[in-house]
């Protein structure tokens, strides 16, 4: 004789776990201001809108420097006029224009060039030296975050002005002041990334025969290369787009770029030759972000190797 025995009924609902309950605690008339991912979903409109709003009117400026007619508001028809098709007004032919491309090119390259190892030897210099001086100095490289870039401005023009030095008011003024802004980027990154690796490395070197200066060299740098090459794309694209530093420590017509030349221009009647010489200043900041990205993906990536090798080594 068989017997079964069927679950009792207690007239109750079982119970639901948690997170169910609070999701469904969720659907009332204002369920979707608390849950932001159900629709609809307000996060990904305010970001899609913050996107439109951003690159809009940067497509437009693009679009219009291929428009065949003088307008910047009326599309008159594809053309590359404004690039090198017009035989005075097009960037290819005004000298003005050309010399104030060539003139951001400059300080973009120049300034990374002097940046970058600056902010490399400060940051090492910052991480092995102890005591309140670079306590202070640590302090110090906040500033350029928090300092108005108009006071920096004013304050350069009024040494470079007042005070008896070997250069005026021009390229070298403008580099000065550029690098003095700038310093504060590869800094910060190059120190954040010596955090992440630490003093193990170096000290393995060093106890297996190299001097502290060949542990840099050989150790230390090959792995700080990627902020580096982030460092380095930071401050090219910060500087190309620079207006302020610039347009005051700018001497003649012939040391003003891109930025003054634009805001100069548009006060006129500009032709849309103007937005021809901005979409080149945005191409080559493109190109210059993609490289240094593409660049720092495969260094990261030999530098995490490294640190792998390495650890493997130390813990046999």
């Keep these: 004789m068989s017997t079964s025995t069927a679950p009792r009924s207690t007239g109750k609902a079982p119970r639901q776990p948690r997170q169910l309950r609070q999701l469904r605690q969720l659907r009332g008339p204002v369920g979707w201001w608390r849950d932001p991912w159900r629709k609809p979903r307000v996060l990904v409109a305010v970001t899609v809108g913050y996107l439109l709003w951003s690159l809009l009117p940067v497509l437009v400026a693009v679009l219009f420097s291929f428009n065949d007619g003088r307008s910047r508001t009326t ?23 050309q010399t104030a491309l060539m003139q951001t090119l400059k300080l973009g390259v120049v300034t990374t060039l002097i940046t970058v190892p600056l902010g490399v030897m400060l940051a090492i210099g910052l991480d092995r030296w102890r005591g309140r ?59 954040a990334r010596l955090a992440t690796i630490g003093q193990a490395m170096e000290e393995a070197a060093m106890d297996l025969g190299a001097t502290p200066l060949q542990a840099q060299r050989r150790v230390i740098l090959p792995m700080l290369v990627p902020a580096i090459v982030a460092s380095a794309v930071l401050v090219f694209a910060d500087v190309i787009d620079d207006f302020v530093l610039v347009r005051y420590l700018s001497g003649d017509a012939a040391t003003e770029p891109m930025s003054v030349k634009v805001y100069n221009s548009a006060r006129a009647a500009p032709t849309p030759a103007l937005n021809a010489l901005v979409t080149l200043t945005l191409v080559a ?22 640190e792998s090798i390495g650890s493997f080594a130390g813990e046999t």
């Excluded at 009024?158 to 070997?166: E, G, S």
């Excluded at 900041?285 to 490294?306: H, P, S, T």
Aim: no cysteine; hydrophobic share 55%; aromatic share 12%.
């Design 75 to 97: 599309w008159q028809g594809f053309s590359m006029r404004w690039y090198y098709g017009d035989p005075i007004r097009s960037v290819w032919h005004d000298d003005t224009l």
């Design 133 to 191: 001086i670079p306590s202070s100095a640590n302090s110090m490289l906040l500033l350029s975050f928090v300092l108005p870039e108009t006071l920096l401005a004013v304050a350069l023009l009024m040494v470079v002005t007042t005070l008896v030095l070997p250069f005026t008011l021009g390229t070298t003024a403008q580099v000065i002041g550029l690098v003095t802004f700038q310093l504060s980027y590869p800094a910060i990154l190059v120190r």
């Design 285 to 306: 900041a493109m190109l210059a972000v993609a490289l240094g990205f593409l660049l720092y993906r495969y260094l990261a990536k030999r530098a995490g190797d490294q």
